[in-house]
């Protein structure tokens, strides 16, 4: 099975190597919820005012993507240090104490979510129609965290051992079946939204068996086992670094579904359910063209923290070069796209003509700085990938809880901007928090580099 050298590869090809599968795993994983969406908005009928109901289960959804992200992006970079160090029995335990912890959650959230949906949902604010379409689809989801949160959590752990197209494989198994189980059940069976969220639970299923068959098996270096409970005691440590570390991705998703809760109040007070249903559009919109961000940051992740690991500070310094350049030229493209046609992007997510003409000036508000982005992206994945918990933690609350929250209430309120302020936020957040975030890790991080250089060559 062909595997990405870390050790000797030259840094440009794994970089490659690993973000290509990464992309295509991103994308076909984005199909696990777009793909709802698009069938969702083209139900008879209803279409519209299901979009906008499901769109106000995203914050949770958000929310179990952040305790997924906490446990498989804080415990990657931990991995692959320790890997990059040769300490081979601290990434086994990393790697165990990661799934315990996913198990261990995701249970807690099927909970949770079951006696907490309806009233949260009201918080987010879902009418009575709403709710109609939104609580069938957001139990039936709750159902498949276990199953979403091993898939997706544990596939991290795949890519730092170089199996990045088995990494891509898992995922692509279970988008592809959600590609063909969401038209059976939503209208040949007729099942509407439940169908929808019945296909992606079944889609799950298949992706978390994938995972742990691949990393129990014979193949990977370092093979999954579920620990007993009196071995998971003494794996505190890694418990808390794991945990510590991952804050920050869960922070970032936090902080995202907090923004998404406080865009959706202001929009169904100022412009009604219909602005819900496109700030659904335009939020599906930015993450599909986030996603090949996502796969070039995430790809360069591993051989950040390996080299790191290693103390082979030029390596370092080269892979975060490349991985700027990549996220710049990409999000430059995008950004043109985005500004000449944006009634294109709003027919991928809906047929209905009523909603086009508001639609258009919402997204060219939106992402009128979008290439911004890479600033963060950049900075935010250096100092996870280095083990940096505390910057790390700080930028994903800073950018998303201290600017684009407050901004989304001041500029309708205050400037009396209506529905153009609330889009407006996210825009202003990505120059100001992006350029904090990428200055500080240039000024840390680059000093730290040079010291380890300097006691390399001492």
Request: aromatic residues 10%; positive net charge.
């Amino acid at each position: 099975m062909r595997r990405v050298d870390f050790e000797n590869g030259r840094m440009l090809q794994n970089i490659a190597a690993t973000t290509l599968p990464m992309l295509v795993a991103q994308v076909l994983n984005l199909l696990y919820s777009i793909v709802d969406r698009i069938y969702i908005a083209r139900i008879p009928v209803i279409g519209t005012a299901a979009l906008g109901a499901v769109g106000l289960c995203f914050p949770i959804i958000i929310i179990i993507t952040g305790f997924t992200n906490m446990f498989g992006s804080g415990g990657q970079p931990l991995f692959s240090m320790a890997i990059g160090r040769k300490d081979r029995k601290e990434a086994e335990k990393l790697q165990n104490t990661a799934l315990w912890l996913i198990l261990l959650t995701a249970c807690a959230i099927i909970v949770l979510g079951e006696i907490f949906a309806r009233p949260v949902l009201r918080v987010f604010g879902a009418s009575d129609n709403a709710l109609t379409y939104a609580m069938p689809y957001l139990r039936i989801y709750l159902l498949g965290t276990v199953f979403s949160m091993v898939g997706t959590g544990m596939n991290p752990f795949i890519n730092a051992q170089g199996f990045t197209t088995t990494g891509m494989t898992t995922v692509i198994l279970g988008a592809m079946a959600n590609l063909l189980l969401d038209p059976l059940f939503i209208f040949v069976f007729g099942m509407g939204v439940e169908g929808a969220a019945i296909a992606t639970v079944i889609s799950q299923f298949l992706s978390a068996v994938y995972v742990i068959r691949f990393l129990t098996g014979k193949t990977p270096e370092f093979r999954l086992r579920l620990m007993p409970l009196r071995e998971l005691r003494a794996c505190g440590r890694e418990a808390r670094n794991i945990s510590g570390l991952g804050t920050a991705a869960l922070v970032m998703q936090l902080t995202n579904s907090l923004v998404l809760i406080c865009a959706n109040g202001m929009l169904s007070q100022l412009g009604g359910d219909l602005y819900v249903s496109i700030m659904t559009i335009v939020n599906s919109a930015r993450q599909v063209f986030e996603t090949p961000l996502l796969a070039i940051v995430e790809g360069t992740s591993p051989i950040l923290s390996y080299n790191y690991g290693a103390e082979r500070p030029q390596k370092v310094r080269k892979g975060i070069r490349y991985m700027f350049v990549m996220c710049i030229v990409y999000a430059l493209l995008v950004w043109a796209v985005m500004m000449a046609a944006p009634q294109l992007i709003v027919r991928i997510f809906s047929s209905d003509e009523t909603i086009l003409e508001d639609a258009m000036p919402a997204i060219r508000i939106y992402f009128s700085t979008f290439f911004f982005m890479v600033f963060q992206y950049t900075g935010q994945t250096v100092f996870k990938s280095l083990g940096k918990k505390k910057q790390a933690i700080f930028f994903s609350l800073f950018r998303k809880a201290m600017i684009v929250a407050p901004l989304t209430y001041i500029f309708p309120l205050v400037f009396g901007m209506g529905t153009d302020g609330v889009f407006l936020a996210e825009p202003v957040s990505n120059v100001i928090g992006g350029l904090a975030c990428f200055i500080t890790m240039l000024l840390t991080v680059g000093v730290e580099l040079r010291q380890m250089q300097e006691r390399s060559r001492g």
